[in-house]
């Protein structure tokens, strides 16, 4: 098991720019797949990006296509989820995961088995 923080959520407008960030506990980082994932209100969990243990395989949904960034520090036991170009429909409490499995990026929540408590990102208009 890993234990995640996130932290970088806040409120910004729209077209603004937030990074956010996901420090992992444990000494076997790199053996973790890791994702973001949102969830707004009255909707369901949805994948955002991910990426593989290695950091060399990324993957993330149409929606923030060109706008969101993954990426990892697997010296630092980081993931990061830069994201740009905000839009109002972004707003979302957003989620790290992880799961032990290398060389894979998982898309759905129920692909992860360890969760962080979300960090809130609010896009005005």
């Known amino acids: 098991q890993v234990q995640l923080v996130e932290s970088g959520g806040g409120l910004v407008q729209a077209g603004g720019s937030l990074r956010l960030s996901c420090a992992a506990s444990?000494?076997?980082?790199?053996?973790?797949?890791m994702g973001w994932f949102r969830q707004a209100p009255g909707k369901e969990r949805e994948f955002v990006a991910g990426?593989?243990?290695?950091?060399?395989?990324?993957s993330s949904a149409d929606s923030v296509k060109g706008r969101f960034t993954i990426s990892r520090d697997n010296a630092k036991n980081t993931v990061y989820l830069q994201m740009n170009s905000l839009k109002p429909e972004d707003t979302a409490v957003y989620y790290c995961?992880?799961?032990?499995?290398?060389?894979?990026?998982?898309?759905?929540?129920?692909?992860?088995?360890?969760w962080g408590q979300g960090t809130q990102v609010t896009v005005s208009s």
């Open positions: 990426i593989s243990g290695s950091g060399i395989t990324t």
């Open positions: 995961a992880a799961v032990r499995r290398l060389a894979w990026v998982g898309i759905r929540p129920v692909d992860y088995d360890n």
């Open positions: 444990g000494r076997t980082f790199s053996a973790y797949a």
